[in-house]
C-alpha cells in the first residue's frame, strides 16, 4: 500500500451502484451497458481510480462527474491501471476538462463522485478495482437511488451515440469518430429518468435491431438482435456473455425504443409491408413485449423510435402490434397487465439523417417526458 492513501474496495457500502452490473466477484465489479454507474462521497484532496479496460473498439473511455463538474477519461486500451482524476481528465486535444485546473484543486472538504459508463457493452467492458483517497480522509454514503425505476431497451440512439457531435445537427455523423462523441449521460434515456427521478437501466446497444441476422451489431458474419441479448447481464460475444437474472430488479417502466436499425439488410416494412418477413416481424415484436410482461408484471409499457430517419412504415408496424394487443387485453378484461402505449415525437422519424445530437435528445427528452407524466399520474 501507498503511504498516505487508503484504498476503498468496490464492495464497501458506501459504494452505492446503478445499472445491470456484474457482481460475479464483488471486488471487481464489471460496467457492461451504458449509463450504468457508481457514486460515492469522499473528504480530501486525492481521488484515484482503478479500472481494467476490455476493449472491442474504437476509444473507450468513463464519464467522472465530481461535485457537478463532468468530465471524461480515456481509457488504456487493456491491462490494470490506476487513474489520478487529477491528471487524467481530459480531452482529445490534450486539456484537463472541462476547466484546465477544476480537478486539480480538490479542498479539503467533501466531494461528490460519480462515474458512469459512457458508451455501451459492444464498445467495451470495465472492470473496477477500487478507489484511493487519503489516509485521513473517509468516505461517506450518498443520497439514495430513487425509488421508481425504468428501463430503456433501444439502440444507438438510446445510448447516447454520437451525440457530441454538436457540430453535426441535422445531419450525418462526422467521419472516424471512434467513439469519442458518445456520451450516454446526454442521452434523451438518461435525461427523461433524472427529469422523472427515477433510476435507469439502459440496456440498449448500438446498430441492434430485435432480430438477429439483422441491423448492425456484432456483424457482419453474426448479426445478434434484442431477442439475443436483451436477457443478458453481459451480451457482446467477444468480451463474453452470461446469463441476467430477472428477480434482481423490476422497472415501473419500461420504454422500447428499436425497429431502426431492423431496415437492415432490407427494408421489410417498406418494401413489402403485407410480406412474410414483414409479417415475422410483427409476430416477434408482440411476443417479445408478451414475454417481458412475464418477467415484469404489471409494468407500463411505451414503445417508440426516435427522431432519426426511418421509413414510417416501422412505426404503422409498431402502432399495428400496440393496438392488436390492447385490443386482446380487453377482451379479457386481463386487469393484471400495465399500460402499453405507442409514443410518437413531433418530429418522429424525419429529423436527422445521422445520430441525434444532445439539443435533439433535450428535445425528445421533454416530449417523452410530458407524455410519461400524463399516463402515470
Given at each position: 500500500?501507498?503511504?498516505?492513501?487508503?484504498?476503498?474496495?468496490?464492495?464497501?457500502?458506501?459504494?452505492?451502484?446503478?445499472?445491470?452490473?456484474?457482481?460475479?466477484?464483488?471486488?471487481?465489479?464489471?460496467?457492461?451497458?451504458?449509463?450504468?454507474?457508481?457514486?460515492?462521497?469522499?473528504?480530501?484532496?486525492?481521488?484515484?481510480?482503478?479500472?481494467?479496460?476490455?476493449?472491442?473498439?474504437?476509444?473507450?473511455?468513463?464519464?467522472?462527474?465530481?461535485?457537478?463538474?463532468?468530465?471524461?477519461?480515456?481509457?488504456?486500451?487493456?491491462?490494470?491501471?490506476?487513474?489520478?482524476?487529477?491528471?487524467t481528465i481530459r480531452t482529445e486535444?490534450?486539456?484537463?476538462?472541462?476547466?484546465?485546473?477544476?480537478?486539480?484543486?480538490?479542498?479539503?472538504?467533501?466531494?461528490?463522485?460519480?462515474?458512469?459508463?459512457?458508451?455501451?457493452?459492444?464498445?467495451?467492458?470495465?472492470?473496477?478495482?477500487?478507489?484511493?483517497?487519503?489516509?485521513?480522509?473517509?468516505?461517506?454514503?450518498?443520497?439514495?437511488?430513487?425509488?421508481?425505476?425504468?428501463?430503456?431497451?433501444?439502440?444507438?440512439?438510446?445510448?447516447?451515440?454520437?451525440?457530441?457531435?454538436?457540430?453535426?445537427?441535422?445531419?450525418?455523423?462526422?467521419?472516424?469518430?471512434?467513439?469519442?462523441?458518445?456520451?450516454?449521460?446526454?442521452?434523451?434515456?438518461?435525461?427523461?429518468?433524472?427529469?422523472?427521478?427515477?433510476?435507469?437501466?439502459?440496456?440498449?446497444?448500438?446498430?441492434?435491431?430485435?432480430?438477429?441476422?439483422?441491423?448492425?451489431?456484432?456483424?457482419?458474419?453474426?448479426?445478434?438482435?434484442?431477442?439475443?441479448?436483451?436477457?443478458?447481464?453481459?451480451?457482446?460475444?467477444?468480451?463474453?456473455?452470461?446469463?441476467?437474472?430477472?428477480?434482481?430488479?423490476?422497472?415501473?417502466?419500461?420504454?422500447?425504443?428499436?425497429?431502426?436499425?431492423?431496415?437492415?439488410?432490407?427494408?421489410?416494412?417498406?418494401?413489402?409491408?403485407?410480406?412474410?418477413?414483414?409479417?415475422?416481424?410483427?409476430?416477434?415484436?408482440?411476443?417479445?413485449?408478451?414475454?417481458?410482461?412475464t418477467y415484469y408484471p404489471g409494468?407500463?409499457?411505451?414503445?417508440?423510435?426516435?427522431?432519426?430517419?426511418?421509413?414510417?412504415?416501422?412505426?404503422?408496424?409498431?402502432?399495428?402490434?400496440?393496438?392488436?394487443?390492447?385490443?386482446?387485453?380487453?377482451?379479457?378484461?386481463?386487469?393484471?397487465?400495465?399500460?402499453?402505449?405507442?409514443?410518437?415525437?413531433?418530429?418522429?422519424?424525419?429529423?436527422?439523417?445521422?445520430?441525434?445530437?444532445?439539443?435533439?435528445?433535450?428535445?425528445?427528452?421533454?416530449?417523452?417526458?410530458?407524455?410519461?407524466?400524463?399516463?402515470?399520474?
Amino acid at each position: 500500500m501507498n503511504e498516505g492513501i487508503k484504498i476503498i474496495s468496490p464492495k464497501q457500502s458506501e459504494i452505492i451502484y446503478s445499472g445491470r452490473i456484474d457482481f460475479t466477484d464483488p471486488e471487481a465489479p464489471v460496467l457492461v451497458y451504458a449509463a450504468s454507474f457508481f457514486k460515492v462521497r469522499f473528504t480530501g484532496k486525492t481521488c484515484r481510480l482503478t479500472f481494467e479496460n476490455r476493449k472491442a473498439w474504437a476509444e473507450n473511455s468513463l464519464g467522472i462527474i465530481l461535485d457537478g463538474v463532468q468530465g471524461k477519461l480515456i481509457l488504456k486500451d487493456s491491462g490494470k491501471v490506476t487513474y489520478d482524476i487529477a491528471e487524467t481528465i481530459r480531452t482529445e486535444d490534450g486539456k484537463l476538462f472541462p476547466e484546465d485546473d477544476f480537478f486539480k484543486n480538490l479542498s479539503e472538504g467533501e466531494h461528490e463522485l460519480t462515474v458512469f459508463k459512457r458508451q455501451d457493452g459492444g464498445q467495451h467492458y470495465v472492470t473496477f478495482f477500487g478507489l484511493e483517497i487519503e489516509e485521513g480522509a473517509k468516505v461517506i454514503k450518498p443520497a439514495p437511488l430513487p425509488e421508481k425505476k425504468m428501463e430503456v431497451i433501444g439502440d444507438s440512439v438510446s445510448c447516447g451515440e454520437v451525440c457530441e457531435a454538436i457540430e453535426c445537427i441535422a445531419s450525418s455523423d462526422p467521419e472516424n469518430n471512434e467513439g469519442r462523441y458518445n456520451n450516454s449521460y446526454y442521452s434523451y434515456s438518461w435525461q427523461v429518468a433524472r427529469e422523472l427521478n427515477m433510476e435507469l437501466h439502459d440496456t440498449s446497444q448500438g446498430g441492434i435491431s430485435l432480430l438477429d441476422k439483422t441491423g448492425w451489431f456484432n456483424g457482419p458474419e453474426d448479426f445478434r438482435g434484442v431477442e439475443s441479448c436483451y436477457d443478458k447481464l453481459k451480451y457482446n460475444p467477444p468480451l463474453g456473455e452470461s446469463s441476467w437474472d430477472y428477480k434482481l430488479w423490476k422497472p415501473d417502466l419500461v420504454i422500447l425504443a428499436f425497429g431502426q436499425n431492423d431496415a437492415n439488410p432490407k427494408d421489410i416494412m417498406k418494401e413489402e409491408y403485407d410480406g412474410e418477413a414483414a409479417n415475422h416481424w410483427r409476430a416477434e415484436y408482440e411476443a417479445f413485449i408478451k414475454k417481458l410482461r412475464t418477467y415484469y408484471p404489471g409494468v407500463t409499457i411505451v414503445c417508440i423510435t426516435t427522431l432519426l430517419m426511418h421509413d414510417p412504415a416501422w412505426d404503422r408496424a409498431i402502432d399495428e402490434v400496440v393496438e392488436k394487443i390492447n385490443k386482446a387485453d380487453a377482451a379479457t378484461k386481463d386487469s393484471n397487465q400495465g399500460g402499453l402505449y405507442h409514443f410518437m415525437f413531433k418530429r418522429n422519424g424525419a429529423a436527422t439523417p445521422g445520430h441525434p445530437r444532445i439539443p435533439e435528445h433535450e428535445e425528445m427528452a421533454e416530449e417523452l417526458s410530458s407524455f410519461i407524466r400524463s399516463i402515470l399520474s
